[in-house]
């Protein structure tokens, strides 16, 4: 038995409203629902259940005070040119979101999970695109490249475990992580 794990920041629910609310209705462009946002630290894939267990106890002796984190800049991830993922920025090299991403990482590093290798691109997704007018997606990115969503104050972070649907995945939180008091 197995789960399919990543560890998130979640935005509140009123940062995650502004954000739907920009939602283009691009052909093409699948919005993130808001319940779905999420800043993610790390994911995991399917981690056997042993293996969960000792993820669950490195990830919960993790340390950290609570801070904020700006949200803004929107961009996206493109494959041969072609806009794939339409993004807004979080942190921007915020030393003490890039103190619990590497946190996150070691932990699931002691208990063998493989490391993600690509440098880490702190981000909430708002949109997947396929078939979709790069130029229209162009031009809402020219349009929104410095819109700024505010601060998100940082108290936890969480583990989830997310189940692949037809209609989207299904994330589960499974475990939450308190900021020192």
């Not at 629902?33 to 894939?45: E, Y």
Request: aromatic share 8%; net charge positive.
């Amino acid at each position: 038995m197995s789960n399919r794990l990543f560890v998130a920041i979640d935005l509140p629910d009123s940062m995650g409203q502004l954000l739907a609310d920009l939602d283009p209705h691009i052909r093409g462009m699948r919005w993130t629902h808001r319940a779905q946002m999420h800043l993610t630290l790390g994911f995991f894939g399917d981690v056997p259940e042993g293996v969960d267990l000792k993820l669950r106890e490195k990830l919960n002796a993790i340390q950290f005070g609570k801070f904020f984190l700006p949200v803004n800049g929107i961009g996206s991830f493109s494959a041969k040119g072609a806009p794939k993922i339409v993004w807004i920025g979080v942190g921007n090299a915020h030393p003490h979101l890039f103190q619990i991403h590497k946190r996150v990482q070691e932990a699931a590093l002691a208990v063998g999970l493989e490391p993600e290798l690509r440098p880490w691109h702190p981000h909430v997704t708002l949109a997947r695109c396929s078939d979709v007018s790069s130029q229209a997606v162009r031009k809402f990115l020219q349009s929104n490249s410095k819109f700024d969503a505010g601060m998100v104050r940082v108290e936890a972070f969480h583990l989830y475990s997310s189940k692949l649907t037809p209609a989207g995945p299904i994330h589960t939180r499974e475990l939450t992580i308190r900021a020192d008091t």
